[in-house]
């Protein structure tokens, strides 16, 4: 199935661990980003992405990281986790700029959802 | 910093009542879009609309936009219950990634 697939959809981590979540597309798409949400807040946009091997800063980027070694993967690492990264976090992807002309809108996942205790 | 706002933050209707719900958007746009997010889920796609367009359907959606008063405005005709989410505008953040409102969540009752 075509899609965006983030895994995994639940994790409890303790404070200070570290920890990666997964986002995978199968459609060739060369943009992706990383949002949060959380109660009242809508979504945030952590990191994004226009291709492999270049990535950039959004809204709310510190105690993360991102890489992007091909098109189809878009990794986000907790460095050290806190109790504010307590969210849900979701991938979205799209094959032309999002806030361009072009655009046929962004496709997403179905989202973690990350507890830090 | 939030490019879009919507209002109103929360709409209870019943079915059959049109929805309406609005977004207010900072600086000049290329397209605005909407999404709807059930409950638990991810967002999905629903209509885009660019900025030399001032109104645009699909199905029983119709967004409009008014670039001079960086607003839009979202209507769902006929509601159900099926159209029981969140809704979010959205807008292009350098290109390249969008920025999103904090949602109107609408609740339709039989």
Not at chain 1, 90 to 104: D, I, L, M, N, V
Not at chain 2, 27 to 35: G, P, V
Not at chain 2, 80 to 86: E, F, G, L, P, V
Request: a positive charge; aromatic letters at 8%.
């Amino acid at each position: 199935n075509a899609g965006v697939t983030q895994t995994p959809k639940f994790q409890v981590l303790k404070t200070g661990q570290s920890m990666t979540l997964q986002c995978a597309q199968d459609m060739n798409h060369e943009y992706m980003s990383w949002y949060r949400q959380d109660p009242g807040m809508g979504l945030r946009l952590i990191h994004y992405s226009v291709g492999a091997g270049i990535t950039d800063q959004g809204e709310v980027p510190n105690g993360y990281n991102v890489s992007r070694s091909t098109t189809e993967d878009f990794p986000l690492r907790l460095l050290s986790a806190a109790p504010s990264q307590t969210s849900v976090y979701f991938c979205a992807s799209s094959y032309h700029p999002p806030g361009q002309e072009s655009t046929r809108g962004y496709t997403f996942g179905s989202g973690t959802r990350l507890t830090v205790v | 910093s939030q490019q879009g706002e919507e209002d109103p933050q929360a709409l209870s209707i019943q079915e059959g009542e049109n929805a309406t719900m609005n977004c207010s958007y900072k600086t000049s746009i290329n397209n605005l879009q909407w999404y709807r997010q059930n409950s638990g889920r991810g967002l999905v796609h629903l209509i885009l609309i660019r900025s030399n367009e001032r109104e645009k359907h699909s199905g029983r959606l119709r967004v409009t936009l008014d670039t001079s008063k960086k607003s839009s405005s979202l209507l769902i005709t006929a509601s159900r219950a099926a159209d029981t989410a969140s809704y979010f505008c959205a807008t292009g953040l350098s290109g390249y990634a969008l920025n999103f409102g904090k949602g109107t969540s609408l609740l339709v009752t039989p």
